[in-house]
């Protein structure tokens, strides 16, 4: 049974005449998304400290945002999250995602960098990949004066962003400094993918089948791309020596069974990986906190997580 809340919410929707995101332009469906967040989204609570920074390299600039807990007064060498917004490699920034971050960051007690990474149609794959290593990298050269522990620092996001921390984990696999554990919360993992829940949940859960095609194609290049691991996650050739993993999915959601595909591919080859499915959810239902009580509690148990994986390993 879908969510009463949820289902209150898209019929909502219809009758206030919000049009599809594939029938909008990027511009359109970025100002869109950006303005829908007061009403789905619960108040921001206070951090310890807020800073937003431009992270430089091979002439490129990425903006992060860095949340700092109230923990950080008594502790030096906090764990981190490089996380990653969600928004189909098209739409979302820093200040769509800045409740999440925050919830996050208070609730698990870690520092957060949030990363806005370039986006399609204007970049093309692989810009959004090659931003994300560049972020987990700055974030372990600038340890020290972020106050983090560079051993134990994870990446994690939600939809598009859990493609790209996935992805990142695989080519960061052979660094000396890798992730220390992935959150991937209703990741896209196969470009094109055909499954059960694809055909199942394409049309009428907010994520479509033709929103879909169009974040796609405003990210790839061409369908040749969606062979690459860097685009398609699950396709690597192997998921073995990966950190460990919490994936998150839901019911209604297109992305369900790749989402549990990729979980199961992370135990075959021998990683610890945990999988819940928030069976009566829809698609981005983790930032609507405000009109959803389940996004507030799928919050709470990424966080805890979280704190679980990154904190024991405390020195």
């Known amino acids: 049974m879908l969510d009463p809340q949820a289902q209150a919410l898209m019929q909502l929707m219809i009758e206030k005449g919000v049009?599809?995101?594939?029938?909008?332009?990027?511009?359109?469906?970025?100002?869109?998304?950006?303005?829908?967040?007061?009403?789905?989204?619960?108040?921001?609570?206070?951090?310890?400290?807020v800073e937003d920074q431009v992270i430089t390299y091979?002439?490129?600039?990425?903006?992060?945002?860095?949340?700092?807990?109230?923990?950080?007064?008594?502790?030096?060498?906090?764990?981190?999250?490089v996380y990653l917004h969600g928004g189909g490699w098209t739409i979302g920034d820093l200040d769509t995602h800045d409740?999440?971050?925050r919830s996050?960051?208070?609730?698990?007690?870690?520092v957060v960098v949030s990363v806005d990474y370039r986006m399609g149609p204007e970049h093309k794959f692989p810009a959004a990949y090659e931003d994300t290593v560049a972020a987990f990298n700055w974030t372990v050269q600038h340890a020290k004066e972020l106050g983090i522990d560079a051993k134990r620092i994870a990446i994690g996001g939600d939809s598009a962003g859990g493609n790209l921390s996935a992805a990142a984990c695989i080519g960061l696999r052979e660094k000396t400094?890798?992730?220390?554990?992935?959150?991937?919360?209703?990741?896209?993992?196969?470009?094109?993918?055909?499954?059960?829940?694809f055909h199942a949940n394409g049309f009428g859960y907010m994520l479509t089948k033709d929103s879909m095609a169009y974040y796609t194609e405003n990210y790839l290049r061409n369908r040749d791309d969606?062979?690459?691991?860097?685009?398609?996650?699950?396709?690597?050739?192997?998921?073995?020596?990966?950190?460990?993993?919490?994936?998150?999915t839901a019911g209604f959601d297109p992305l369900r069974d790749e989402g549990l595909m990729y979980a199961d591919a992370l135990s075959k080859a021998g990683v610890s990986s945990q999988y819940i499915c928030f069976e009566r959810q829809i698609h981005g239902f983790i930032t609507m906190g405000r009109v959803m009580q389940e996004a507030n509690t799928a919050v709470s148990f990424c966080a805890q997580v979280l704190r679980t994986a990154l904190h024991k390993a405390a020195p």
């Open 99 to 101: 409740v999440l971050c």
């Open 58 to 81: 091979n002439g490129i600039n990425i903006p992060v945002r860095i949340y700092h807990p109230h923990a950080a007064q008594s502790q030096k060498h906090l764990p981190c999250l």
């Open 104 to 110: 996050l960051c208070l609730q698990a007690d870690v």
């Open 19 to 49: 049009p599809p995101v594939n029938t909008q332009t990027p511009v359109e469906a970025r100002l869109a998304y950006r303005s829908r967040r007061s009403f789905t989204q619960p108040d921001a609570p206070e951090v310890l400290k």
């Open 177 to 197: 400094v890798q992730p220390a554990f992935q959150l991937l919360i209703y990741p896209a993992t196969i470009m094109w993918a055909d499954t059960a829940s």
């Open 226 to 248: 969606a062979k690459d691991w860097r685009a398609s996650p699950q396709l690597a050739e192997s998921h073995a020596e990966l950190p460990p993993a919490f994936v998150m």
